[in-house]
């Protein structure tokens, strides 16, 4: 509850500041690599992508006359800070922010116009299009992709090889991912089980369900992000298949009650067969495991993916538009992308970069990589408690019939 009512209070704040979007500022003409001349500059970003915002600095810091400092902040206190920062006039030069907050903190005047920018760069068209969507407003660019994470479909290749399944083969369908599960669970190991979800957290659903339906063929909400399509068959099909897995006892049992702090733990630790999960964390749980990647599928076939993660841009405070643009074309430029993320083993935010050996790469490549765009999405789905969480707590633990007055809950946030 104490999250939901900073949520609301940062959104009031946000409206009441907000003097409307505007262009960072220039000293000179608007070039494609902006101003390196030693200045300092500051950065924001939240936790869960410290490793990669540390590696980007760190080798931009090396190689420039500008000098990034980097504040990384916790990832529950984050909207909160940039709420105060922005009532304030105390935003940093560059701030990150989690693709689903983008379209609200955009709209607010958060961020400044990037549109001239973006369009000076010769490989602007290759630049992830589902952040480039997210921030843009009223015809205007305001973000690039600072760090993607995509929902990925994983499993663990020893579990498969002793279930009977071929480890190079994950599941295509629904119904090979439940029977891919049930085959792990049938082997009966201790504290190990077909799968794992995030059962009390709208976050994990949304990363990773949300693809199920698009590889069906269907969408989750109506294109201006105003109307739940959460019932329809795709979506009936993709809970199904997980109430068939809890009732055959496949899912583990801390599913019901996870809230997201540790859903990617039980793989990491090599207790679950197959899941849908963070691709940003496959360096992290390959330690550990031998795993399997593919994207996620659908009811009949297809994959698909939510790309997520985070968009950066230039705050409305800075005073330093041009060299907190010589960072930002740096971040999409083949040095940041391929000698610092993609090494890294993150994902690249350009097509043209993307390793066709990199199954990851290619998951993110796909057609049906997808950034749902909706102003309210998080106090539709992410929240806690939000009715997309009831929703789908309901069609695996609870009251399946109760689906289409859950949906009508979802379709009443968004349409606020």
Same mark, same amino acid.
């Given at each position: ?186 082997? &009966? ?35 201006? &992000? ?75 076939? &297809? ?114």
């Amino acid at each position: 509850m104490r999250i939901r009512i900073a949520a609301l209070a940062v959104t009031a704040l946000l409206a009441a500041c907000s003097s409307g979007p505007t262009g960072p500022a220039s000293t000179g003409p608007v070039t494609a690599e902006g101003t390196d001349d030693g200045s300092e500059l500051t950065l924001w970003t939240r936790a869960p992508l410290e490793l990669q915002a540390n590696a980007l600095v760190e080798a931009y810091n090396k190689s420039h006359k500008n000098q990034v400092k980097l504040t990384i902040v916790p990832n529950d206190d984050y909207v909160a800070k940039v709420g105060a920062a922005a009532g304030s006039g105390d935003l940093p030069d560059l701030f990150a922010a989690d693709i689903v907050y983008v379209p609200n903190w955009t709209k607010a005047g958060l961020f400044g116009d990037l549109s001239e920018r973006i369009g000076l760069l010769p490989y602007s068209d290759k630049i992830n299009k589902g952040h480039i969507d997210a921030g843009t407003y009223e015809g205007k660019k305001y973000v690039l992709p600072f760090v993607l994470d995509l929902s990925v479909m994983f499993w663990n290749k020893d579990l498969y090889r002793e279930a009977g399944l071929d480890p190079e083969k994950g599941p295509t369908t629904l119904d090979e991912f439940k029977a891919q599960a049930q085959a792990v669970q049938k082997l &009966g190991k201790p504290d190990t089980y077909g799968t794992y979800f995030g059962g009390n957290c709208g976050g994990c659903g949304v990363f990773t369900w949300f693809p199920m339906i698009w590889a069906s063929g269907e969408d989750v909400m109506n294109a201006d &992000g105003t109307e739940s399509l959460l019932d329809g068959p795709a979506a009936q099909k993709v809970y199904a298949t997980w109430r068939d897995l809890q009732a055959a006892g496949a899912i583990a049992p801390g599913s019901k009650d996870e809230t997201g702090a540790t859903w990617v733990a039980a793989f990491q630790e090599g207790k679950i067969g197959v899941m849908p999960y963070p691709a940003t964390l496959l360096p992290t749980a390959s330690k550990t495991v031998d795993v399997g990647v593919g994207p996620i599928p659908g009811a009949t076939g &297809g994959g698909a993916t939510f790309l997520g993660g985070d968009g950066i841009g230039i705050s409305k405070d800075s005073a330093k538009g041009d060299q907190a643009w010589n960072f930002l074309a740096w971040l999409t430029s083949e040095a940041a992308q391929k000698d610092v993320l993609a090494a890294g083993k993150s994902t690249v935010a350009r097509t043209d970069l993307a390793d066709p050996a990199n199954p990851v790469d290619q998951v993110a490549a796909a057609p049906q990589s997808r950034t749902p765009f909706a102003v309210n999405f998080q106090q539709a789905f992410n929240a806690p408690g939000s009715p997309w969480v009831t929703l789908f707590r309901n069609q695996v633990y609870g009251d399946p019939a109760a689906l289409e007055s859950d949906n009508d809950a979802v379709t009443a946030v968004l349409g606020r």
